[in-house]
């Protein structure tokens, strides 16, 4: 199914400046408060929660997922009153999945002082607090409440952001500021966009009772009546969708008209397999169980994350661009995830298994120095996300002498992945079999199966192994040896604080049972299948750092440095450099259809960390029912079908 030209995706976010009018906030933007001086939380529970029936529906059941959409964010109230109510009356193993818009976001400290008006809701907002994003444009996901609520915040302009957005909502929360005041966003683009991202059945409320809104929403399919208001508000709009209409029903993710079927978003069943137990398979395990899924996660070695995720330290650090695509966004929406979902997985950072340590991304040339202070200098991310410094605050930030400046990025992290499998991987819902080789995965054109044995859901994340089973052997993937060198911590290089980014990198000292040790890696060599630890390459990795900082080189003792071992591993790679995710497609007659339940979660490359965190949310809340938590061309440019698109259209052409 085609669609029109989508509006350019915001460049950057400016947070909300506001005055306070007897403690309450009011926009300078738009004149108008964020919640009633009657009572905020009774106000949003009247017009919201209640108008919208949200206990009865919550209590009812009948779901895996409830999605309510949202224009305008603004305090997070309405989130927080509705969640607090889900949690209270939904049955356990449902989840509620909130989608909101924000073009202005509350700065932090503005935030927490409106938020202090609720002491009833104060638990929940010290946690949307901890899990809310900085200021950059775009999809933002996080999960709350043992991932019983999610959260995926849009920050930038609705009209360029909704359109971007693949859900099907429940429940509209219609807020922003009075029409009067924010007319930008109450438009027939906007009731165009709630119509079709509107499941049948969908209901809405609005806490004005403005004559545009109510001519707007009936034109879109919408039942709309007059109700009585809150405080001083005589009126206010409630309404629904026909359960039968269809003209607001999702269409297919795809740009493209290929014929196939769009991915199941209705899970018929409760029961996932899971097959690869490193990071992706791992992550995948905990988002299915955090559903409610009774997951089976199957891994052929004797422990989780025995190969490429083994490695001692990763770095968790974005790939960076001055060009606004879908995968720049990528990298940056996973980066941003990852930082998020660590605190929630790890606990407080230690030196054993995480650190949010900051990293330093050093210039390879004069002219890659110019790209970098460009990117930093471009707007898109605040300056207490990533910043240019030079090389005396570099070296105050790292704890080492530093021979150029670079970017800084300060929530930048290093995570042990074996410490992340293991963490990902401790749930009740979860059966980890270990020593278990799956041998074949098949599809009746219904329902995946693993050795015979079916499953509602089956999620392929064993990296290159994945094209051993049938429905995956048409995906390009190749495999990249990688090796990383461990380095004795001397009294000098303990003063590392940070990661250090080059052609390779250079991680802080790690405890390893008692030894500290420094990684440093990382080679490449995509044609090599040699699994051995060679010390050609261990020289490769110490002369590179040598090259880029001699400084850090010889504080790790030079060339005399201790090195006490390595590490081999295999990145899988797509010729794009993309990774995987999403259902996997055939090709029959020249018809291109995804396969109902039978996902796939790989080629990572060398940001497993961050992907697989972010990807298996993606999957898990395809096969829940849930919004997609990256926006449509982001999605489109991970489905393994794309390979199939591309490969027809050269045979058209």
Known sequence: MSRLPLPPFPDRVDTAQLDWREGTPVSRAFGDVYFSLDGGVAESTHVFVDCNDLPARFAAGGFHAFTIGETGFGTGLNFLVAAQAFLAQAPAGSVLHFVSTEKFPLAPDDLARAQAHWPSLARLAAELRSAMPPAVAGFHHRALCDGRVRLTLLLGDAAALLPRLEAQVDAWFLDGFAPAKNGDLWNDALFGEIARLSAPGATFATFTAAGDVRRGLAAAGFTVGKVPGFGRKRDMLRGHRAASCSEGAMPPIYEKNIGGMAPSLQSAGRRVAIVGGGLAGCAAAREFAGRGWQVTLFERNAQLARETSGNLAGAVYPKFSLHETPQNRWYRDSYLHALARLPQLLGEPDSHAWSRCGLLQLPASDEDDTKLRAIAAAGRWPGDVLRHVDALEAGALCGASMPAGGLWFAGAAWVHPPALCRALAMHANIDVRLQTEVRDITHDGDRPCVDGTSFDAVVIANALAATTFA?????????????????????????????????????????????????????????????????????????????????????????????????????????????????????????????????????????GIAFSLLGAAMIAAQANGEPLPVDREVADALRPARFLWRAQRRRKE
């Open 471 to 607: 429905p995956a052997t048409s995906l390009p993937l190749r495999r990249v040896r990688g090796q990383v060198t461990h380095v004795r911590a001397t009294d000098a290089s303990r003063d590392l604080r940070a990661v250090v980014c080059h052609e390779g990198y250079v991680t802080p000292a790690r405890d390893d049972h008692g030894d500290l040790l420094h990684c440093v890696g990382a080679t490449f060599a995509p044609r090599d299948a040699d699994p051995s630890v060679r010390n050609a390459d261990h020289e490769e990795n110490i002369g590179n750092l040598a090259a880029a900082c001699p400084s850090l080189h010889a504080a790790l003792g030079g060339d005399a440095c201790r090195v006490t071992g390595g590490r081999t591993g295999f990145r899988t790679q797509t010729p794009d450099y993309l990774p995987v995710i999403g259902p996997l497609a055939r090709e029959q007659d020249g018809t291109i259809s995804e396969l109902p339940g039978l996902y796939v979660l790989a080629a990572l490359g060398a940001k």
